[in-house]
Structure formats: structure tokens, C-alpha cells
T-cell receptor
Framework: DVKVTQSSRYLVKRTGEKVFLECVQDMDHENMFWYRQDPGLGLRLIYFSYDVKMKEKGDIPEGYSVSREKKERFSLILESASTNQTSMYLC????????????FGPGTRLLVL | AQSVTQLDSHVSVSEGTPVLLRCNYSSSYSPSLFWYVQHPNKGLQLLLKYTSAATLVKGINGFEAEFKKSETSFHLTKPSAHMSDAAEYFCVVTPPEGTTDSWGKFQFGAGTQVVVTP
């Protein structure tokens, strides 16, 4: 089974702090994604990566950056956390050109005070 | 361009009765379509997917969905609801696998919350 793990299930941070969310997948997938999930809005894509060191902006990249130094690991960075970034953050991976099914991690619920 | 609309934000069913979750899509090409389920405080799990093979797709836990091109719909059904089906369900549309983009941009619906009563 594909396994996608996220470093924290729950996180509480203060406004202005730098926040790192880590995601690791164990299936040698090419593509990795970061979403945020808010009630009534479904999932919105923040960034995705289709290869090591490669990244593309999604629908809501403002206030976020990402890093992919190794194929299995994709990090989401909030440079200066704000209260409107309080949300559930979901990481996903997919094989790539050979298949687009996305496999999701359990999510990180972030509260910014 | 593509979009997806889940017609019900909440659905309440009694245990043992049928479940119907409605999803309409808009796409400039013949899409791939997915249904995911999210149980409380969990990540999303794939229920089933349509990728231009059979129009009636069977998934896990007794769910199935039918792709109807003429109605641009991909409704999810289950003949008999179980308490464990209480969750949020997401319909997803994406370009067909292997075409245009190499990564498949998922467009999520807003979700349907399912409540199952005893």
C-alpha cells in the first residue's frame, strides 16, 4: 500500500512564526501536492512538484513556499504565519505520467494564534 | 477548463437505506473522474475512479458510480448505508490520464457530508 505520512497531526503556532510542514511518501511517486482544506471550500491546491527541485504554483500559493530536495519528501513552508492560514493541510502523491490517482496523508491541522 | 459541482452539501440517510451523492462536472474534454471519502480527522481515501473504460464503476465498500456523458454526471450510490459510511465525500474531475499535462490537476468539489442514522 502507498503510504503518505505527515510530520504532525496537530500544530499550534503564533502569528509571524515560520512553520514547516513535512510530507514523506514511500512509493517512489513522481508527483507531490500540498492542499489546504476549509469547510465548504473543498480542497484547494497550494503547490505541486513533478520532480526533485521542481515546483509549480497551484491556485492559492500566496504566503507559502515549498521545497523538494529528495524525491520522497515535500515540505510546505509558511514564511510568516498568519491567522488566516489556520486550516487543515493535506499532502498527496501520485505516480506521474503512468497514473494520476492521488494518495493522501492524514493531514495536519494547523492553528495560528 | 474544468469544474465540478456536488449538488448536496449534506445528506442524511437511515442505516440500511440507499445512498445517492450527486456530482455534475464541466470539462472541455472527456475527463477522468474520482470519488474520495474522508472520515473524521483522517486523510482522503480513494473510493473509485472512472478513466474512460466501463461507464459503471465499482469501488470499495459497496459503492459504485455511473459516468453519464449526456448528463455530465458522475453520481455515487450504495444500495444499503452502514453506520461506517458517515463521512465527507468528494467528487474530483481531472483531464484524462496521459493527455496534455503530465500530472493531472485535480479539481475538487466542495464535498458532501453524509450522516447515517440508526
Amino acid at each position: 500500500d502507498v503510504k503518505v505520512t505527515q510530520s504532525s497531526r496537530y500544530l499550534v503556532k503564533r502569528t509571524g512564526e515560520k512553520v514547516f510542514l513535512e510530507c514523506v511518501q514511500d512509493m517512489d511517486h513522481e508527483n507531490m501536492f500540498w492542499y489546504r482544506q476549509d469547510p465548504g471550500l473543498g480542497l484547494r491546491l497550494i503547490y505541486f512538484s513533478y520532480d526533485v527541485k521542481m515546483k509549480e504554483k497551484g491556485d492559492i500559493p500566496e504566503g507559502y513556499s515549498v521545497s523538494r530536495e529528495k524525491k520522497e519528501r515535500f515540505s510546505l513552508i509558511l514564511e510568516s504565519a498568519s491567522t488566516n492560514q489556520t486550516s487543515m493541510y493535506l499532502c498527496a502523491s501520485s505516480p506521474g505520467a503512468s497514473g494520476w490517482t492521488q494518495y493522501f496523508g492524514p493531514g495536519t491541522r494547523l492553528l495560528v494564534l | 477548463a474544468q469544474s465540478v459541482t456536488q449538488l448536496d452539501s449534506h445528506v442524511s440517510v437511515s442505516e440500511g437505506t440507499p445512498v445517492l451523492l450527486r456530482c455534475n462536472y464541466s470539462s472541455s474534454y472527456s475527463p477522468s473522474l474520482f470519488w474520495y471519502v474522508q472520515h473524521p480527522n483522517k486523510g482522503l481515501q480513494l473510493l473509485l475512479k472512472y478513466t474512460s473504460a466501463a461507464t459503471l464503476v465499482k469501488g470499495i465498500n459497496g459503492f459504485e458510480a455511473e459516468f453519464k456523458k449526456s448528463e455530465t454526471s458522475f453520481h455515487l450510490t450504495k444500495p444499503s448505508a452502514h453506520m461506517s459510511d458517515a463521512a465527507e465525500y468528494f467528487c474530483v474531475v481531472t483531464p484524462p490520464e496521459g493527455t496534455t499535462d503530465s500530472w493531472g490537476k485535480f479539481q475538487f468539489g466542495a464535498g458532501t457530508q453524509v450522516v447515517v442514522t440508526p
